[in-house]
């Protein structure tokens, strides 16, 4: 687990990867209903930035909660939906060995709720990473409804082996 990730040299063009649907974000990390919040993913490139894309429905348990009259998703979940959308860059990035490994929060660091998020927004949750060193990985990450930012936070993560 202590590899280092190599960054292409200046001038060398990153891997990109136009999209990915969910069934391939569920081959990537372990999370599942209720609680994976990521429907798909586009713009990625490797190693540097993933934008992850959230549906966001009247039906998700945690609405019969957080209100019933005005629901609200909880800010906590978007940095949750910000998180796997970093994880799945993670191991996209590191390859099939990493497949399904646990990846853990270390720090949220700035984080700041814009405007409430419900039922009906489609969330774009834009990552980038700012560092890694062996299994951790820092990023910025920015949620945004209708090309508003709602949400934003600096967070970082080990992926465990």
């Not at 270390?106 to 984080?111: E, H, K, N, Y």
């Not at 419900?118 to 951790?136: C, F, M, T, W, Y």
Request: aromatic fraction near 6%.
């Amino acid at each position: 687990m202590d590899k280092e990730v190599e960054v292409p040299p200046a001038g060398d063009s990153p891997t990109c990867i136009e999209a990915i649907d969910v069934m391939r974000i569920m081959e990537a990390i372990p999370h599942r209903y209720p609680f994976l919040l990521i429907d798909r993913m586009v713009d990625i490139v490797l190693g540097s930035s993933a934008v992850g894309i959230k549906n966001v429905t009247a039906s998700e348990p945690h609405f019969q909660g957080h209100f019933p009259a005005r629901p609200v998703m909880p800010g906590v979940l978007i940095i949750e939906a910000m998180a796997q959308t970093a994880a799945t860059l993670v191991v996209l990035t590191l390859g099939p060995a990493f497949e399904g490994k646990l990846v853990y929060f270390m720090t949220i660091d700035g984080a700041k709720f814009r405007r409430p998020v419900g039922p009906g927004d489609q969330l774009r949750i834009h990552v980038e990473k700012e560092r890694s060193r062996a299994n951790v990985w820092k990023f910025k990450g920015i949620a945004r409804v209708d090309g508003v930012s709602v949400a934003e936070a600096t967070f970082s993560a080990m992926i465990m082996g």
